[in-house]
């Protein structure tokens, strides 16, 4: 590993500025979107797995019902501290493999790009455990596709858009697969050319350089998160996949067996 790539991978996971600011086009595309939010009305109980400063839970808490309950579970103490700057919400620093909840309590996961963080079973498993049978299951990650090209590297010298991916799926099929293995039905999915956001890019660097607030705080203001989600770079070969998924451990319909609706590709 090169000086430079020593130097971008050094505390990522601590300084990643990723998931800072209020927009939703950071986390979700429209499509998505527009589908589960009839659902989150619905919801008694939504929980962000993974939810970073809570720019998730800002857009869900102006879509639920009063009653509704709305967790964020994220291990890193900074970001729960940041999200609740920005949201009301309950934040619990915790690890998604051993979440602190009973059986069959939740109505609704997200997990927007945790998944390639992660042991991917014991994510899954735990997902599976707390949901209520008829959940609600929405996952997004990241697929690398055949000739990917990027400058971090895995042990086997494949391409990674992160040091700190255990692991990137190689097809939608792949990733599909392996929800429906765990009792999901996948009911809507999309998948589209992943695009690098540069001011996300540069304000990572500068604040692994300079971890201050000061970068924080740029990171979360509307402006900024508006720049992010306009000036961005194509990453060729790599794709950027958002699924949804209902928990059903019923014996399937004939009619249920497929993956779902194919909504429109649409990157926001």
Known sequence: MSLWQRFL?????????????????LILSRSIWNFISPLVKSAAVILDVGCGTGTLIYNISKQMKPNTIVVGLEMQRRRCEMALLKTQGEFICADALHMPFANETVSM?????????????????????????????????????????????DGEARSLLAPDHLREYSSEQEILE????????????????????????????????????????????????????RLTVLIPRYYFIEMV????????????????QRLETEAC
């Open 9 to 25: 991978s050094k505390q990522n996971d601590h300084r990643n500025l990723l998931l800072f600011g209020k927009e939703l086009n």
């Open 109 to 153: 996961v997200f997990s927007t790009m945790v998944i390639e963080h992660v042991d991917d079973k014991m994510l899954l498993h735990e997902i599976c455990r707390t949901l209520k049978d008829g959940g609600i299951f929405i996952l997004t990650t990241v697929i690398r596709g055949e000739g990917a090209k990027y400058f971090y590297k």
């Open 178 to 229: 392996l929800i429906k293995s765990y009792g999901f039905v996948i009911k809507a999915s999309i998948i589209y050319p992943f695009r690098l956001s540069l001011p996300t890019a540069f304000l990572s660097t500068l604040y692994k350089l300079f971890p201050t607030k000061i970068f924080e705080i740029a990171a979360t203001t509307d402006l900024v998160s508006i720049i992010r989600t």
């Open 245 to 260: 998924a209902k928990k059903h451990h019923v014996p399937l319909n004939q009619s249920e067996v497929g993956f779902g």
